[in-house]
């Protein structure tokens, strides 16, 4: 009877090894391979934050940091852990992006050069092979009806925060354009970004609604499907901007 419960009781126990293993939640498993990357590219691990509904870990790198001189060790890190590589490092948007599937979920790092920082990023799903483009930021829905009026306006230069507004409207849009100064150099070094964010969050906590460089002239428009309280954090050198805040009516 002794070795029947000690049979019992040792199932019972991998049964529940099991279960905690399988309950490995998406957070967990984007920490554990940004952990495990992050250690190839001799970087900190910061603390998570949530982008879009993704669980991001974003650093700033070190002056003078090359992230080609790291980029074979994470080939042999991939191998190593027998993900499904979907593209390497690849151009998109200007960013640079490494992107791979693992246990049914879609990973990325991606290195953002206008603003010298790196991302590991989880969603899921996988995906399929990553490849280069040269779309913009803009997104259009002509499916709703009404005239796009603007209710918000703010300009200026340089990196500053905008006045918090509110937004009663589940669907609404941000638009934007930027104009190099330097005219005479065809936009070389004319960088225009801007995050959006609510009231006590952190720069990068938010949402990034325009990330574009060295180009003489910016302009876009990005659809917001939330109503609330935000503000806007503009980042941008060598050039004006003006950000305009439109809802339907």
């Known amino acids: 009877m002794k070795r029947y419960n000690l049979i019992l009781a040792l199932l019972a126990f991998t049964f529940l090894i099991s279960e905690s293993l399988q309950a490995q939640s998406i957070k967990e498993v984007g920490l554990e391979l940004t952990e495990k990357y992050f250690q190839v590219l001799e970087l900190d691990v910061p603390n998570a934050m949530t982008m879009d509904g993704n669980d991001v870990w974003m650093t700033a790198l070190p002056n003078n940091y090359d992230l080609d001189n790291y980029k074979s060790e994470v080939s042999e890190l ?17 960013m640079i992006i490494y992107g791979l599937n693992y246990q049914g979920y879609s990973y990325a790092i991606i290195h953002m050069p206008a603003n010298n920082m790196v991302a590991g990023m989880i969603q899921e799903g996988e995906v399929g092979p990553a490849e280069p483009n040269s779309s913009s930021n803009t997104t259009t829905n ?12 703010f300009s200026g230069s340089g990196t500053k925060n905008t006045q918090p507004f509110t937004v009663n409207s589940n669907e609404w849009r941000v638009v934007y354009e930027s ?11 004319h960088i225009f970004q801007i995050f959006l964010l609510k009231p006590g969050q952190e720069i990068f906590e938010g949402e990034i609604i325009a990330n574009e460089t060295n180009k003489q002239s910016i302009s876009g428009d990005s659809y917001v499907y939330e109503s609330g309280r935000f503000y806007f954090n503009s980042n941008s050198a060598n050039g004006d901007w003006e950000i305009k805040v439109q809802v339907r009516q």
Do not use: F, K, P, Y
């Not at 852990?81 to 593209?87: A, E, H, K, T």
């Open 179 to 189: 104009n190099a100064s330097n005219s005479g150099m065809g936009g070389a070094g």
């Open 142 to 153: 002509n499916n709703s009806s009404g005239t796009w009026t603007t209710v918000e306006r």
């Open 78 to 94: 991939s191998i190593e852990l027998g993900v499904q590589v979907m593209g390497e490092w690849v151009e998109q948007d200007n």
